[in-house]
T-cell receptor
């Protein structure tokens, strides 16, 4: 069985400081992992994905994530937060077998203080 | 520009009524999906369709129905049997056939419909 846990429901950082959004997963297979961003009342946009290639994945808008199998983690980071980064972020795990086996985390709301 | 269009953006329904949410894509994608999003929760799969005239139940299909008469369109009907329909509904599509690997090739999401029961 697969699962994904986003460890923080809300993270608040000051503009210009680093961002860390935490995600842990469990999967019986070699999973693919994703981070999506959702701005208020909008659809989800893919930030980055890990599909068994390089463990450090770079995405859009300066975000990156590192797949750590030993820690079953896929944390999302950004060196310097921007006001436009304020949004909801979802960690997603998929074993590739079926659409119903795509599991979305409960989300982390990122707030940016001026 | 190619994309997915969901309409309406906001929808109000009286208890006991059926309502239909529209989802249209011009990406020539084979697979389409409906998800429900509730506050503090991730997305949950309602229905998905791999090809025209075929669809499968997701994790929370009870109280919902869909059709896929055209490749471009995948409307979702929220019936009166859905006990708690107030939620944000997201439609998505992908180029391939509705397997989990589709996420690797990229889902495209619509901008959502917020349904409120009054």
């Amino acid at each position: 069985a697969q699962s994904v846990t986003q460890l923080d429901s809300h993270v608040s950082v000051s503009e210009g400081t680093p961002v860390l959004l935490r995600c842990n997963y469990s999967s019986s297979y070699s999973p693919s992992l994703f981070w999506y961003v959702q701005h208020p009342n909008k659809g989800l946009q893919l930030l980055l994905k890990y599909t068994s290639a390089a463990t450090l994945v770079k995405g859009i808008n300066g975000f990156e994530a590192e797949f750590k199998k030993s820690e079953t983690s896929f944390h999302l980071t950004k060196p310097s937060a921007h006001m436009s980064d304020a949004a909801e972020y979802f960690c997603v795990v998929s074993d590739g077998s079926s659409a119903s086996k795509i599991i979305f985390g409960s989300g982390t709301r990122l707030s940016i203080r001026p | 520009d190619g994309g997915i269009t969901q309409s309406p953006k906001y929808l109000f329904r009286k208890e006991g009524q059926n309502v239909t949410l529209s989802c249209e894509q011009n990406l020539n994608h084979d697979a389409m999906y409906w998800y429900r999003q509730d506050p503090g929760q991730g997305l949950r799969l309602i229905y998905y369709s791999q090809i025209v005239n075929d669809f499968q139940k997701g994790d929370i299909a009870e109280g919902y129905s869909v059709s896929r008469e055209k490749k471009e369109s995948f409307p979702l009907t929220v019936t009166s049997a859905q006990k708690n329909p107030t939620a944000f509904y997201l439609c998505a599509s992908s180029p391939r056939s509705g397997t989990g690997k589709d996420l690797n090739y990229g889902y495209t999401f619509g901008s959502g419909t917020r349904l409120t029961v009054v």
